[in-house]
């Protein structure tokens, strides 16, 4: 018996999309969530994130939560 759990249908536009951070250093939710809006209204079938940009070492762990 196969385990489909973790199988991902990879169909559609899945864009990466950047972790947005403030003048300060902080995570900037504001900023993410307006840009995570913006691919999902223009019809997006998924999101990438964390990671395939680049960025997954420089963030800590409380910033990818």
């Given at each position: 018996?196969?385990?489909?759990?973790?199988?991902m249908?990879?169909?559609?536009?899945?864009?990466?999309?950047?972790?947005?951070?403030?003048k300060?250093?902080?995570?900037?939710?504001?900023?993410?969530?307006?840009?995570?809006?913006?691919?999902?209204d223009?019809?997006?079938?998924?999101?990438?994130?964390?990671?395939?940009?680049?960025?997954?070492?420089?963030?800590?762990?409380?910033?990818?939560?």
């Amino acid at each position: 018996m196969k385990n489909n759990q973790f199988e991902m249908q990879w169909k559609g536009v899945m864009p990466a999309i950047t972790t947005q951070f403030s003048k300060s250093g902080e995570l900037d939710i504001m900023v993410f969530k307006h840009n995570l809006k913006a691919q999902v209204d223009a019809g997006a079938n998924g999101i990438i994130l964390g990671g395939t940009l680049g960025e997954a070492s420089t963030l800590t762990a409380q910033e990818k939560e």
